[in-house]
């Protein structure tokens, strides 16, 4: 019997939960959705379809679980919902202007961010708020020390800088209020002071690139 099938059968005589049965559920709905889409037509047939690969894909090349932790919060989650559209319309419009006003292109920054979320599951949908906002995207996790680092499309003075850690901040606080409480934790971790790690085109403040040669201007 080979590796793939040994834990195919191991997996088949694992109990499950009702919260692995919703979950599983969730998947599914989630996929079928998703394979619907791509055919651009909700017909009975593209249904059945994206059922029968969900199927497929759910028991044949199955995720790895991560450990849920924390607590889910509903109202703090509406709220950051609402605060990542919110980031999401008025980044969009200042990527807009950025890409249609006269003068040189925008000086950019690679920046380094360090978050105190504990949950795998929560720095995972941290990075992904992170990069659904145009003009920012995260190039690395250092999942141990929580740690990330981040290109940031306009870091031409200090105030675009700390207004960038500033937002980063403020999610992070929203993503602890809706998935971390104090109250769920026995002890927090303290964040430490972020800094830059390089620039391209950024004024030569306290935030000096460290590699001169990926400091340069495009």
Not at 5 to 25: C, E
Not at 59 to 81: D, F, K, T, Y
Not at 118 to 127: A, E, I, Q, Y
Request: hydrophobic share 50%.
């Amino acid at each position: 019997m080979t590796a793939f099938a040994q834990s195919l059968a191991r997996r088949m005589r694992t109990p499950l939960t009702v919260r692995d049965v919703l979950i599983r559920l969730w998947v599914i709905s989630w996929l079928t959705f998703v394979w619907v889409l791509l055919w651009g037509e909700v017909t009975a047939a593209n249904v059945v379809g994206g059922l029968a690969v969900s199927l497929a894909i759910l028991i044949l090349a199955p995720l790895p679980q991560l450990p849920v932790e924390g607590r889910l919060h509903p109202l703090s989650a509406i709220l950051l919902v609402l605060r990542v559209a919110f980031d999401l319309v008025v980044s969009s419009v200042e990527v807009a202007w950025l890409s249609v006003r006269p003068g040189p292109p925008p000086m950019t920054a690679i920046l380094r961010a360090h978050v105190s979320v504990r949950s795998d599951l929560v720095l995972g949908l941290l990075v992904d708020a992170i990069n659904v906002v145009p003009g920012t995207i995260v190039l690395e996790v250092d999942r141990r020390a929580r740690v990330l680092y981040i290109h940031v499309l306009d870091a031409h003075s200090a105030a675009k800088v700390d207004r960038f850690y500033a937002n980063v901040a403020r999610l992070e606080r929203m993503f602890i209020r809706a998935f971390e409480r104090e109250d769920d934790w026995q002890e927090r971790v303290r964040r430490p002071t972020p800094r830059v790690v390089s620039a391209r085109g950024a004024p030569g403040d306290a935030r000096q690139p460290e590699d001169d040669e990926r400091g340069q201007r495009r």
